[in-house]
């Protein structure tokens, strides 16, 4: 095994001289957040490459179908529903290969990692210090489309409930709020309804 890097420098030619979807710097194992997630084997520091997201470069509309698939099929088994990554305005990366670990990755809502895309290639880079053992995470950046089927498990103090990315959490608070409101006049009106009537009398009910 190779000498750990000591400068960023360092660390990037490390990652590159890996096999694809793998790293030095983490491993997959059981999550408390969803299935199997990715922690860190070293201490990570921040603006360090972690893990480059592999898999299949294909079209939009390849992407779009597969993404479906994904979806329809993680209805069933309850596996992840997603793992294509938008790489810019033409092509995805499908990353639904055993060999892609950072697929396993899980989402947050207060992420130690960030992506960054750096031509055709996805890196995960620490946005903080990661120590080792700790799980890594990312924000997922996911819209309100269908927000409801992406339950956040994250746990942490500024979970929103919902994986959804950070530009949409304000939206989607109003959304919840708004919801909420509707349902407590609606639970309102159903108990001045069921309340009405007439009382009964010390006789017994009125005729």
């Given at each position: ?21 793998t ?26 490459p972690?893990?480059?997201?592999a898999?299949e ?15 329809e099929?993680a ?17 995805d ?12 990755i ?11 895309i750096?031509?055709?290639?996805i ?22 489309d ?39 006049k609606?639970?309102?009106k159903a108990?001045?309804?069921k ?13």
């Amino acid at each position: 095994m190779k000498a750990l890097p000591t400068t960023l420098e360092e660390a990037w030619a490390l990652l590159q001289e890996s096999e694809p979807g793998t790293s030095p710097f983490c491993e997959a194992r059981n999550s408390v957040i969803h299935g199997q997630g990715v922690f860190a084997t070293e201490t990570i520091r921040k603006g360090w490459p972690v893990i480059a997201y592999a898999g299949e470069k294909v079209t939009k509309d390849e992407g779009n179908r597969r993404g479906l698939a994904q979806a329809e099929k993680a209805k069933q088994t309850g596996e992840a529903a997603v793992y294509v990554f938008i790489l810019n305005d033409e092509w995805d990366i499908d990353g639904n290969f055993d060999y892609n670990t950072a697929r396993l990755i899980n989402h947050s809502c207060q992420p130690n990692c960030e992506t960054e895309i750096d031509q055709d290639r996805i890196w995960v880079v620490a946005l903080k210090k990661i120590r080792k053992g700790e799980e890594l995470s990312f924000d997922y950046g996911f819209d309100l489309d269908d927000f409801e089927d992406h339950p956040c498990l994250c746990g942490t103090d500024d979970c929103c409930g919902y994986i959804v990315g950070q530009d949409y959490r304000v939206k989607l608070a109003k959304k919840l709020k708004k919801r909420r409101k509707a349902a407590r006049k609606k639970k309102g009106k159903a108990s001045k309804k069921k309340g009405k009537g007439q009382k009964r009398g010390p006789k017994g009910p009125p005729p």
